[in-house]
């Protein structure tokens, strides 16, 4: 089965702030890779597809990268509604997610 | 829109069975794969079942294999999970989600609110 680690547990940041959100997979899952926001007691919601694909109606301050095990979700300029846990979520092999980055703020 | 509504959750005994219920709106649900996803208190994600847009193909997490049923009934467009042999560690809120397409599974871009399941003598 492949694992997803994400980086870090919890990030502190404050409005404005560019923050990057770190996923690795424990084997290579090429670009199929999605993020999720999730507010609490909230449905996840999908950001990114394929590693850098920018979901309809999704501010375009969120972006992806990476490839085969390496993944990041950026948001270059955090907003007030962005304080939530993001999760990664790889669907190359079945479909796993990561623990979660939970983003507070500083 | 679309709207996915889950319904069925409740407090059941370990051992016991319980039956949930995502109804769907807003799309040409026969033509997606459908998956429940669950979320225990306070943890992440965590994948359950996926079923083919016709129903003909049906996979499972280790952890429920064996015990949960997917099912769907695309005249009612609805989707089901059966859930027998229950366990406290599947305590949890479930979510249907749907897929982007139809067969093999790919990224979840509609969720519903989800339903808790609690599993407690």
């Known amino acids: 089965d492949i694992q997803m680690t994400q980086s870090p547990s919890t990030l502190s940041a404050s409005v404005g702030d560019r923050v990057n959100l770190t996923c690795r997979a424990s084997?290579?899952?090429?670009?199929?890779l999605a993020w999720y926001q999730q507010k609490p007691g909230k449905a996840p919601k999908l950001l990114i597809y394929?590693?850098?694909s920018l979901e309809s109606g999704v501010p375009s301050r969120f972006s992806g990268s990476g490839s085969g095990t390496e993944f990041t979700l950026t948001i270059s300029s955090l907003q007030p509604d962005d304080f939530a846990t993001y999760y990664c979520?790889?669907?190359?092999?079945?479909?796993?997610f990561g623990q979660g980055t939970k983003v507070e703020i500083k | 829109q679309v709207q996915l509504v889950e319904s069925g959750g409740g407090v059941v005994q370990p051992g016991r069975s319980l039956r949930l219920s995502c109804a769907v709106s807003?799309?040409?649900?026969?033509?997606?794969?459908m998956h429940w996803v669950r979320q225990a208190p306070g943890k992440g994600l965590d994948w359950v079942a996926i079923?083919?847009?016709?129903?003909?193909?049906?996979y499972y997490a280790d952890s429920v294999k064996g015990r949960f049923t997917i099912s769907r009934d695309n005249s009612k467009n609805t989707l089901y999970l059966q859930m027998n042999s229950l366990r406290a560690e599947d305590t949890a809120v479930y979510f249907c989600?749907?897929?982007?397409?139809?067969?093999?599974?790919?990224?979840?871009?509609?969720w519903g609110q989800g339903t808790l399941v609690t599993v407690s003598s």
């Open positions: 989600a749907k897929d982007r397409v139809g067969v093999t599974g790919t990224v979840f871009d509609y």
């Open positions: 807003g799309f040409t649900f026969s033509s997606f794969a």
């Open positions: 079923i083919s847009k016709d129903g003909t193909n049906k």
């Open positions: 084997q290579s899952i090429s670009r199929w």
């Open positions: 394929k590693a850098s």
């Open positions: 979520q790889q669907y190359n092999s079945g479909w796993t």
